[in-house]
């Protein structure tokens, strides 16, 4: 009997990366096809529960805005990583390799390249990141999460196909909860920003809350990410306020969380916006400040658009302003009810079918035998 296709998905160690790729592991094994995982250092606990036959290391590094030594060093951590992929991918002898974005992703795709691999990025944000721009040229497929996205090299729109940004099982189990009714009760308000953005939230939220009339502060149920070390601070803060909050700083049930939460206030990632708008739930975001790219900018102004969300820079995020924002929404809930429902229309929830598709239509699977839909050429 031939052995079945072997996937080899490449994606940096952070969540950002690892989640969509985890959505189409699990696309790619309901096609029958086997999927190994690419990754760096970061991975941890998060490529634990990956469902991949076998996760294979790869050395990475980012070589941008740094000093020159630094930037040299990087470039050899990427050279050695091409080297390991070079191996692994001889081993593995995989159809096709896809590749997620961030530096992680080059030693892979360059090796899959070289080695006349079918290979495929896909993009999850509105501006096309710097990884991505450098491997563009060089891929058979090209994937998008968003229907517009800038910063894509000349002379490979013929390879551009719309998908969507894949979200894992979790998100969509959450979708199926229906926007929670306010009728009078509590505003269910979530904060959290990830890894860069925790600090921000713990510095502003309690000001803002502090900010707000008493007889409004008496209407949240707050549950909020912060750091370790702001915990305390943060903690403090709200109990002087008597404001009913939770607070952890790491939500490994985020999912869920949001489907109850009736406002989101968040940074705005590619994975945070396609889980949003696939959950179908509100939002003010605040982009992180200081990327190249302006990447979570062009995310967040793709919500802000359609009416889904709020977007505050982070230079105009102060106490003052997000209690406004936050007021404005207490006072009028039918504001909230149009914002989640604009949401959801925008929600892709079969991303993860499309890429799939995309992936074994590239390897000569049939991917439409169980009635997956084909995504969109660019």
Same mark, same amino acid.
């Given at each position: 009997?031939?052995?079945?296709?072997?996937?080899?998905?490449?994606?940096?160690?952070?969540?950002?990366?690892?989640?969509?790729?985890?959505?189409?592991?699990?696309?790619?094994?309901?096609?029958?096809?086997?999927?190994?995982?690419?990754?760096?250092?970061?991975?941890?606990?998060?490529?634990?529960?990956?469902?991949?036959?076998?996760?294979?290391?790869?050395?990475?590094?980012?070589?941008?805005?740094?000093?020159?030594?630094?930037?040299?060093?990087?470039?050899?951590?990427?050279?050695?990583?091409?080297?390991?992929?070079?191996?692994?991918?001889?081993?593995?002898?995989?159809?096709?390799?896809?590749?997620?974005?961030?530096?992680?992703?080059?030693?892979?795709?360059?090796?899959?390249?070289?080695?006349?691999?079918?290979?495929?990025?896909?993009?999850?944000?509105?501006?096309?990141?710097?990884?991505?721009?450098?491997?563009?040229?060089?891929?058979?497929?090209?994937?998008?999460?968003?229907?517009?996205?800038?910063?894509?090299?000349?002379?490979?729109?013929?390879?551009?196909?719309?998908?969507?940004?894949?979200?894992?099982?979790?998100?969509?189990?959450?979708?199926?909860?229906?926007?929670?009714?306010?009728?009078?009760?509590?505003?269910?308000?979530?904060?959290?920003?990830?890894?860069?953005?925790?600090?921000?939230?713990?510095?502003?939220?309690?000001?803002?809350?502090?900010?707000?009339?008493?007889?409004? +502060?008496?209407?949240?149920?707050?549950?909020?990410? =912060?750091?370790?070390? &702001? $915990?305390?601070? *943060?903690? #403090?803060?709200?109990? %002087?306020?008597?404001?009913?909050?939770?607070?952890?700083?790491?939500?490994?049930?985020?999912?869920?969380?949001?489907?109850?939460?009736?406002?989101?206030?968040?940074?705005?990632?590619?994975?945070?916006?396609?889980?949003?708008?696939?959950?179908?739930?509100?939002?003010?975001?605040?982009?992180?400040?200081?990327?190249?790219?302006?990447?979570?900018?062009?995310?967040?102004?793709?919500?802000?658009?359609?009416?889904?969300?709020?977007?505050?820079?982070?230079?105009?995020?102060?106490?003052?302003?997000?209690?406004?924002?936050?007021?404005?929404?207490?006072?009028?809930?039918?504001?909230?009810?149009?914002?989640?429902?604009?949401?959801?229309?925008?929600? +892709?929830?079969?991303?993860?079918?499309?890429?799939? =598709?995309?992936?074994? &239509? $590239?390897?000569? *699977?049939? #991917?439409?035998?169980? %009635?997956?839909?084909?995504?969109?050429?660019?």
């Amino acid at each position: 009997m031939t052995e079945k296709p072997l996937i080899l998905l490449a994606a940096g160690g952070t969540g950002g990366h690892l989640f969509p790729a985890e959505a189409l592991a699990n696309a790619l094994n309901g096609l029958g096809l086997r999927v190994a995982l690419a990754t760096d250092h970061r991975a941890g606990a998060l490529a634990g529960s990956f469902p991949a036959e076998e996760i294979v290391g790869i050395a990475a590094a980012t070589p941008s805005g740094r000093s020159p030594a630094q930037m040299a060093k990087a470039t050899i951590v990427l050279g050695y990583g091409f080297l390991q992929a070079s191996r692994a991918l001889r081993r593995l002898r995989p159809a096709a390799v896809v590749g997620f974005g961030g530096y992680p992703t080059v030693p892979p795709i360059a090796a899959a390249s070289m080695l006349r691999i079918q290979t495929v990025i896909h993009e999850q944000n509105g501006v096309m990141g710097r990884a991505n721009r450098f491997l563009a040229g060089r891929v058979s497929v090209i994937a998008t999460g968003f229907p517009e996205v800038t910063g894509i090299p000349a002379g490979v729109a013929a390879r551009i196909v719309h998908t969507g940004n894949p979200v894992r099982p979790a998100v969509l189990e959450a979708a199926r909860t229906p926007y929670p009714a306010l009728d009078g009760g509590k505003l269910r308000l979530l904060v959290f920003g990830g890894s860069q953005g925790a600090r921000v939230m713990s510095d502003i939220v309690p000001g803002a809350i502090a900010v707000l009339p008493e007889e409004l +502060r008496a209407k949240l149920d707050l549950t909020q990410q =912060a750091r370790e070390e &702001d $915990l305390e601070r *943060v903690r #403090a803060v709200f109990s %002087g306020l008597r404001v009913q909050a939770e607070l952890q700083p790491f939500f490994k049930d985020l999912p869920r969380r949001m489907s109850q939460a009736h406002l989101v206030v968040s940074r705005s990632g590619a994975s945070t916006v396609a889980e949003l708008a696939v959950i179908g739930r509100p939002s003010i975001l605040v982009p992180l400040p200081g990327a190249l790219d302006q990447d979570q900018a062009a995310n967040a102004q793709s919500l802000a658009d359609i009416g889904a969300a709020a977007v505050i820079p982070q230079a105009e995020f102060t106490p003052e302003r997000l209690a406004s924002e936050i007021r404005s929404r207490l006072e009028d809930p039918a504001r909230l009810t149009q914002a989640a429902q604009a949401a959801k229309i925008a929600g +892709r929830s079969d991303a993860a079918q499309r890429l799939a =598709a995309s992936v074994a &239509d $590239l390897v000569g *699977v049939k #991917a439409f035998a169980k %009635g997956g839909a084909r995504p969109e050429q660019g």
